[in-house]
């Protein structure tokens, strides 16, 4: 079946400007994280999602990135104001409620200049 | 707060040869998984290999396998007869056994990047 999918792929920004970045999960899967993962680094995460509410959301940076949702399905991680510290890969992963193993999509790659 | 230590940034092995890739972490918890992800060049994370901390046997899949020791807090990945797909990053990593939820998210170490010499 269908993997995780994130969009976009790419993003490049200026600095200043408002970004989304949508992941689509697996099928069934209601857990959805989401997490960072700057250059030469491990990923870091951001927040976690059991259905539609956010479960955790200690891991966000700060009051500029907020993730929804709204339907229990698809979730959109939302950047205002971005700053070019924000530039690293954007990733998602889902997982059955009690499952172990966490399913990541291909992530999105946000520059910011 | 846990957290995950790969203190090596990079190892190389020969094809066919046998490589051995390092990890520690430090916990309070004594229920926890560990696990080895690959990071290949397409970004996409796969799971290589997770281990129960209440499980004694060290697990095993097909060429990977790992040494599990929990009084030393360390999780090493061993990876036979290297093939040159088996090249990327690949990344330890934790996760509380408590109850779903908040738990259950996966702390990283750095990475370690593999190459493998034909």
């Known amino acids: 079946g269908a993997g995780v999918s994130q969009t976009p792929s790419n993003k490049v920004t200026e600095k200043g400007k408002y970004v989304e970045l949508r992941c689509d999960p697996i099928?069934?899967?209601?857990?959805l994280y989401w997490y960072r993962q700057s250059l030469g680094q491990g990923p870091e995460f951001l927040i976690y999602?059991?259905?539609?509410?956010?479960?955790?959301d200690s891991g966000l940076p700060n009051d500029r990135f907020f993730a929804v949702r709204p339907e229990g399905s698809v979730s959109t991680l939302k950047i205002q104001r971005t700053e070019r510290g924000d530039s690293a890969v954007y990733l998602c992963?889902?997982?059955?409620?009690?499952?172990?193993?966490?399913?990541f999509g291909p992530g999105t790659r946000l520059t910011v200049t | 707060a846990q957290t995950v230590t790969q203190s090596q940034p990079e190892m190389s092995v020969q094809e066919a040869e046998t490589v051995t890739l390092s990890c520690t972490y430090d916990?309070?918890?004594?229920?926890?998984?560990l696990f080895w992800y690959k990071q290949p060049p397409s970004r996409q994370m796969i799971l290589v290999i997770r281990?129960?901390?209440?499980?004694?046997q060290n697990a095993t899949e097909n060429r990977f396998s790992v040494n599990f020791q929990k009084a030393a807090k360390s999780f090493s990945l061993k990876i036979s007869d290297s093939q040159l797909g088996d090249a990327a990053m690949y990344f330890c990593?934790?996760?509380?056994?408590?109850?779903?939820?908040?738990?259950?998210?996966?702390?990283f170490g750095k990475g370690i990047t593999l190459s493998v010499r034909p």
């Open positions: 992963a889902s997982s059955f409620l009690d499952g172990y193993e966490q399913y």
């Open positions: 099928s069934g899967h209601t857990a």
């Open positions: 999602f059991q259905g539609t509410g956010a479960a955790d």
């Open positions: 916990t309070s918890e004594s229920d926890y998984y």
């Open positions: 281990q129960e901390a209440y499980k004694q």
């Open positions: 990593a934790y996760r509380s056994a408590r109850e779903a939820g908040a738990n259950s998210k996966l702390t």
